[in-house]
């Protein structure tokens, strides 16, 4: 199996910045895109930001400018850098990661979604 683990959440003021982090560990035989969605209370999952293994982003609209999303290959670990942060960024956030988990998923091409546990991010005014 596949664990993420996330760090890097907490309180922070309007205009501040946070970085999160997570990283990918267990049985890990391709590991392709990586991202970190959203949920905000009484509100469904969304995208923030992802980003292939060749280093390829895709941002949501309300991020664009304002967060930056990396990964190192080599520590299978994903960022993302939240700036200027504001209210509407309050929501838990959690990691994803696409991957084989076994040398047969690997061959045949088969990638399956993990997530991570998800961590708390609140922004006051």
């Known amino acids: 199996q596949v664990q993420l683990v996330e760090s890097g959440g907490g309180l922070v003021q309007t205009g501040e910045s946070l970085r999160l982090s997570c990283a990918a560990s267990?049985?890990?035989?391709?590991?392709?895109?990586m991202g970190w969605y959203r949920q905000a209370s009484g509100k469904q999952r969304e995208l923030v930001a992802t980003v292939s293994n060749i280093g390829s982003t895709r941002y949501a609209d309300s991020v664009k400018g304002r967060f930056t999303i990396s990964r190192e290959n080599g520590k299978k670990t994903v960022y993302l850098q939240m700036n200027s942060l504001k209210p509407e960024d309050t929501a838990v956030y959690y990691c994803?990661?696409?991957?084989?988990?076994?040398?047969?998923?690997?061959?045949?091409?088969?990638?399956?979604?993990?997530w991570g546990q998800g961590t708390q991010v609140t922004v006051s005014s």
């Open positions: 267990g049985s890990i035989f391709r590991l392709d895109d």
């Open positions: 994803n990661g696409r991957a084989s988990a076994s040398y047969y998923e690997m061959v045949s091409g088969q990638l399956k979604d993990y």
